[in-house]
């Protein structure tokens, strides 16, 4: 992603995600999106998550 | 009567004298007052529907839904998040869900063994590695002595849709309290053409060499 970018260490900043979408979507961002959904059952009433 | 003309019953009423100037003038003054009772009570209604903010406060109220009450007291006080990883923008995505979440909390790093492959191929191999470092995080933070609520895990990988390949991050958390772990895929982008040139070295040529592998597009691989 380096090369193709041209930009140095996109891994560590914005990431592939960051770069296609021009900087509007960081990584970081996406992933906390993610993590919202990872607490869901935590966040929300239990009837929501029967087995 | 002439021939070739029909002789027609008499009408009822036909001959008599119509009632006088001064009934049909009441009859005429009745039919308009209705009319105009009609019209005013209209007019009031349109009044009424066309009303802006003054007349919506006689609606009912809306109905509000109120918040989960049952949700764990952890959620409330201060959390301690154990996060398996060390990566920067990683940790800084979970301070910031932690904030979202928690009114106070604070997030540890304890990195982790995914225990699945370094560019996992499939959603389901990225989500088992995100678990794994949750689970190994809060292990961790066991050993050295930090009550952690939860552990964290955080996986990039990439999926095959078609003859297409995505880009997908797998998140999890596992509650140490409880036991219990959940994990979600996030959303995912396409990943840009490979062009590893046959090399593996360097993570981000790795990555593109394991893209070209599995997709057989690599004329070098």
């Not at chain 2, 036909?14 to 009934?23: D, F, N, V």
Request: aromatic fraction near 4%; charged fraction near 20%; hydrophobic fraction near 40%.
């Amino acid at each position: 992603m380096d090369d193709l970018s041209g930009k140095s260490d996109v891994r560590s900043g914005l990431g592939m995600m960051g770069v296609v979408t021009n900087g509007l979507l960081p990584r970081a961002e996406c992933y906390t999106h993610g993590l919202l959904f990872a607490f869901a059952r935590f966040l929300s009433d239990a009837r929501y998550w029967a087995p | 009567m002439e021939d070739g003309q029909l002789e027609l019953p008499p009408v009822e009423g036909a001959g008599q004298q119509a009632p006088g100037a001064e009934g049909g003038e009441a009859l005429e003054a009745a039919v308009e007052q209705e009319l105009d009772a009609i019209v005013a009570g209209a007019a009031s209604l349109a009044a009424q529907a066309l009303a802006p903010d003054g007349d919506a406060a006689q609606l009912p109220p809306p109905t509000v839904v109120a918040p989960p009450t049952d949700a764990p007291a952890a959620l409330t006080d201060g959390v301690v998040l154990a996060v398996g990883t060390a990566n920067r923008a990683k940790l800084d995505s979970v301070a910031s869900a932690a904030e979202r979440m928690f009114s106070a909390h604070s997030v540890r790093a304890f990195p982790a063994d995914s225990g699945v492959s370094a560019q996992p191929m499939s959603v389901a191999e990225t989500m088992d590695g995100a678990l794994n470092r949750a689970q190994g995080a809060l292990a961790a933070a066991e050993e050295a002595g930090v009550s952690a609520e939860f552990g964290v895990g955080i996986e990039g990988g990439l999926e095959q849709i078609g003859q297409r390949w995505f880009e997908r991050a797998g998140s999890a958390s596992s509650e140490r309290r409880t036991a219990r772990r959940a994990s979600a895929p996030a959303v995912g982008t396409r990943s840009p053409a490979p062009s590893c040139g046959g090399s593996r070295e360097g993570r981000s040529s790795a990555r593109s060499w394991m893209i070209c592998q599995a997709s057989r597009t690599c004329a070098q691989a």
